[in-house]
């Protein structure tokens, strides 16, 4: 399986942003989709994700503002991101877990809220 993400860029606090990842397989087989974040001189923290029955959970920093969703047409999940703060900062991963519990990880896409 292979996750191919995008959208990040350079973004104004408070402005949005939409992230997509892709897998390489139908995304309804997937026991689960998440986007995770890695901030300079942190470790890598959840921020949300989304069951094989759209079950959702988000990081307490994140609620409210950042939604999760699948797009089964478009086999792609996204992470809309909005009232962005500078603390939203950081490189955002695509992750997968298949049905036999593997973990896959997408390559990076690097998100900057900054004036």
């Known amino acids: 399986v292979q996750l191919q993400a995008s959208g990040g860029g350079l973004v104004q606090p408070g402005g949005s942003l939409r992230l997509s990842c892709a897998p390489s397989?139908?995304?309804?087989?997937?026991?689960?989709m998440g986007w995770y974040r890695q901030a300079p001189g942190k470790q890598r923290e959840l921020v949300a994700v989304?069951?094989?029955?759209?079950?959702?959970n988000y990081a307490d920093s994140v609620k409210g503002r950042f939604a999760i969703s699948r797009d089964g047409a478009k086999n792609t999940a996204y992470l809309q991101m909005n009232s962005l703060k500078p603390e939203d900062t950081a490189v955002y991963y695509c992750?997968?877990?298949?049905?036999?519990?593997?973990?896959?990880w997408g390559q990076g896409t690097k998100v900057t809220v900054s004036s």
């Open positions: 989304i069951t094989s029955g759209s079950s959702t």
């Open positions: 992750n997968a877990r298949t049905r036999d519990a593997t973990a896959v």
């Open positions: 397989v139908n995304i309804f087989s997937l026991n689960l």
